[in-house]
């Protein structure tokens, strides 16, 4: 099992651009979810999937981000108009089921500047 | 939802000696209590967790205990070696909520 996969590891890109982060999760897996973590807040929740289906965004900062799970082996997250302060390490992450552990991707470190 | 409190933020023991993180949580519903390690640069790993329904597990130098009565549980290292320095996180929910962690060092 290659565990979950992300894609990029590292992303630098201007104010203002558009961020497409890629994850794929373990084959099985029923949730994934979406993590960033900053020095200042620590690992937070930004959103959540069930079979496919967005459970709870209520972690998403603003309407700059959004993401999909178009189908059980991938899912985005997109930061549009990206600005400085996004800048932090966004882990995703995917559990087998309700009951089981998760296991983290090794991360996307996005820098705006 | 899930509130999580954990403690201290950093921690420095002597390699050999024992180390405790503490934490805390507020929903009484929760029942999955993981510990990650997460070693500069990396990712968080799964090292241990433990159920609602058991009070205390081990493996090897790692141990946890639970209270769901005052609703705490902790991780404790034993005989710490220079490997174990790295940041610890606690979690509980049902969609988990991380502690905002501990940095462990151990001194050689």
């Known amino acids: 099992d290659a565990g979950v996969i992300q894609s990029p590891r590292h992303e630098v890109t201007e104010m203002g651009q558009e961020v497409t982060l890629r994850c794929k999760p373990i084959s099985g897996h029923d949730y994934l979810f979406w993590y960033r973590q900053t020095m200042m807040r620590g690992l937070e929740l930004l959103i959540y999937f069930n079979n496919n289906v967005p459970i709870d965004d209520s972690g998403m900062p603003e309407d700059r981000f959004s993401a999909k799970m178009p189908n059980a082996s991938f899912s985005t997250l997109k930061i549009q108009p990206s600005e400085p302060r996004d800048s932090a390490v966004y882990f995703c992450?995917?559990?087998?089921?309700?009951?089981?552990?998760?296991?983290f991707g090794s991360g996307t470190r996005l820098t705006v500047v | 939802g899930e509130n999580v409190e954990q403690h201290p933020s950093t921690l420095s023991v002597q390699e050999g000696d024992s180390a405790v993180i503490k934490c805390t949580y507020s929903?009484?519903?929760?029942?999955?209590f993981p510990w990650y390690k997460q070693e500069l640069g990396k990712r968080p790993q799964l090292i241990i967790d433990i159920r609602s329904n058991v009070g205390e597990k081990k493996d090897q130098r790692i141990a946890v205990t639970l209270n769901k009565t005052a609703k705490h549980f902790s991780l404790h290292i034993t005989e710490t070696q220079p490997e174990d320095s790295a940041v610890y996180f606690c979690a509980a929910g049902r969609q988990l909520t991380f502690g905002s962690g501990t940095q462990l060092t151990v001194l050689p």
């Open positions: 992450a995917s559990r087998r089921d309700i009951r089981g552990g998760y296991t």
């Open positions: 929903d009484s519903a929760s029942n999955y």
